[in-house]
T-cell receptor
Framework: DADVTQTPRNRITKTGKRIMLECSQT?????MYWYRQDPGLGLRLIYY???????NKGEISDGYSVSRQAQAKFSLSLESAIPNQTALYFC????????????FGPGTRLLVL | SQKIEQNSEALNIQEGKTATLTCNYT??????LQWYRQDPGRGPVFLLL???NEKEKRKERLKVTFDTTLKQSLFHITASQPADSATYLC???????????WGAGTKLIIKP
C-alpha cells in the first residue's frame, strides 16, 4: 500500500551490525506496529505504538528497539543483528475507530549473515 | 496453550468452484476475527471483519462465518478465479491491549 511505506525493501547485513528499518504512513492513523513474518509462522508482533508517547513491547521484543519520531514515522532498530533475525518485517497502521483493521506496508526482507 | 490454526497445506481448487478455508482457535474469546489476503512479496491486505455476535458476513464473492462455540471461522470464495490465488490469513483479537493474533495462513491455488 502506497499509504504505508517501508525502507529499505531489502537489506543484507552481518552479525553484530546495527540496522534500522523505517516506516512512514500518510493515513493519519495514531497506531503503528512492527511485525516479523517467518515461513510457517503467523505474523508476530515486535512493538506497537498507540501514539507518539505510547510505545509497548509485543510478543517478541528482545533484540529490537523502536522510535516513534512523529505520528507518521515509526522505526525499528536491531542493535546487534543476529542470524535468527533474518525474516520479513512489516510495518502496519490502524485507526482506533477502525475495529483494529490494520494496513500494511510492503515489507522489508532482511538477511543477517 | 493459546493458538490459531490454519491448514498449512496448500488448497488446490478448480476455477469456478467454491474455496473454503478454515481458521480454528483455542483458549481465546475474541470480540472479532479478521481475514486478510497476502500476495508473494507484499503485505497483507484486509478483506473482512466479523464480530462475535455475527454469524455470517458477506462481501461480493466472499463469505465469512464465525462460530464461537466451535471456535472456528470459515472463509469462502465462490466462483473462484485464478486471480484469487494467494495466501489467506486469519487474525483475531486476543492479545494484550486487544492486539491481533495471527494464523500462519493457507495458500490457495485456483487452477484454470
Amino acid at each position: 500500500d502506497a499509504d504505508v511505506t517501508q525502507t529499505p525493501r531489502n537489506r543484507i547485513t552481518k552479525t553484530g551490525k546495527r540496522i534500522m528499518l523505517e516506516c512512514s504512513q500518510t493515513k493519519g492513523h495514531d497506531r503503528m506496529y512492527w511485525y516479523r513474518q517467518d515461513p510457517g509462522l503467523g505474523l508476530r508482533l515486535i512493538y506497537y505504538s498507540f501514539d507518539v508517547k505510547d510505545i509497548n513491547k509485543g510478543e517478541i521484543s528482545d533484540g529490537y528497539s523502536v522510535s516513534r519520531q512523529a505520528q507518521a514515522k515509526f522505526s525499528l532498530s536491531l542493535e546487534s543483528a543476529i542470524p535468527n533475525q533474518t525474516a520479513l518485517y512489516f510495518c502496519a497502521t490502524s485507526d482506533r475507530s477502525g475495529g483494529e483493521t490494520q494496513y500494511f506496508g510492503p515489507g522489508t526482507r532482511l538477511l543477517v549473515l | 496453550s493459546q493458538k490459531i490454526e490454519q491448514n498449512s497445506e496448500a488448497l488446490n481448487i478448480q476455477e469456478g468452484k467454491t474455496a473454503t478455508l478454515t481458521c480454528n482457535y483455542t483458549n481465546y474469546s475474541p470480540a472479532y476475527l479478521q481475514w486478510y489476503r497476502q500476495d508473494p512479496g507484499r503485505g497483507p491486505v484486509f478483506l473482512l471483519l466479523i464480530r462475535e455476535n455475527e454469524k455470517e458476513k458477506r462481501k461480493e464473492r466472499l463469505k465469512v462465518t464465525f462460530d464461537t462455540t466451535l471456535k472456528q471461522s470459515l472463509f469462502h470464495i465462490t466462483a473462484s478465479q485464478p486471480a484469487d490465488s494467494a495466501t489467506y490469513l486469519c487474525a483475531l483479537e486476543g492479545g494484550s491491549n486487544y492486539q491481533l493474533i495471527w494464523g500462519a495462513g493457507t495458500k490457495l491455488i485456483i487452477k484454470p
